[in-house]
């Protein structure tokens, strides 16, 4: 099936490059000028991927990334000329899966949105069990949804990947280390292993009562991290 994939650039010429290089590519690429639009799109149609502008007129890309989070969890890549650390952790901590810093050459996005594609598509690893369960949480692996209850809580993809990840490993009771996390999640042994920390810290602010007091994300100090499965989510290694 093709990818469709949604473009929001307000300038006319990047915009143009972005769908034309992507269109070369197989994918249905469509753009929107400004966020107002784009988020319109989000509520009424699925896309598989969002590639991103941060500097857009009325609703920046901060505040459409907050808001599509809460519509989607299909990739998001941010492609931007903003290039400091602070914007890129503020991307990342608000959703975003990849970012990427203009000029850029058009075959390399091709390839960063094809990555993407593949890691969404290639998760859950079908090895493990599709349903996982701890607290009053339920992670389903074949739909990627995660639920408190009957309320689904939106994760954006590395998210999904981060926490399967932990999961998959949670009955072991084995602290698993960033780098191992970022080599699985990233599909890479190269990069900002740090990015893992930033992630850890937004499934907190989802999935925890108080972030600052984890009670299923754990940090093994100089270990790495851990989910801790309570007794009562079910036969004692968080599945059912």
Not at 16 to 39: H, Y
Not at 85 to 101: N, R, S
Not at 132 to 153: C, M, N, Q
Not at 206 to 215: G, L
């Amino acid at each position: 099936m093709q990818a469709k994939v949604l473009v929001v650039e307000d300038v006319n010429e990047m915009s143009d490059l972005i769908t034309l290089f992507l269109s070369k590519d197989g994918i249905d690429a469509q753009a929107c000028k400004n966020a107002e639009s784009a988020l319109e799109r989000v509520k009424t149609e699925r896309f598989d991927l969002i590639v991103l502008d941060l500097n857009l007129p009325g609703m920046d890309g901060f505040e459409f990334l907050t808001e599509a989070r809460k519509l989607t969890a299909c990739p998001v890549l941010i492609v931007t000329a903003r290039a400091s650390d602070e914007d890129l952790i503020a991307g990342l901590g608000q959703g975003a899966d990849e970012y990427m810093t203009k000029p850029f050459s058009p075959k390399v996005l091709v390839a960063r949105v094809r990555a993407l594609l593949r890691r969404s598509r290639s998760i859950p690893d079908k090895a493990s069990p599709d349903i996982f369960h701890f607290g009053p949480y339920t992670l389903d692996r074949s739909t990627f949804v995660l639920k408190r209850g009957d309320e689904a809580i939106p994760l954006s993809v590395k998210e999904f990947g981060v926490l399967s990840y932990l999961a998959e490993r949670a009955s072991s009771k084995v602290p698993q280390m960033p780098q191992s996390i970022y080599n699985a999640v990233w599909e890479s042994s190269y990069g900002d292993i740090t990015v893992v920390a930033v992630y850890i810290q937004r499934l907190r602010k989802k999935i925890e009562d108080d972030p600052a007091n984890p009670a299923y994300i754990e940090t093994v100090y100089g270990r790495g991290y851990r989910l801790r499965v309570p007794p009562e989510s079910g036969d004692g290694d968080g599945h059912r």
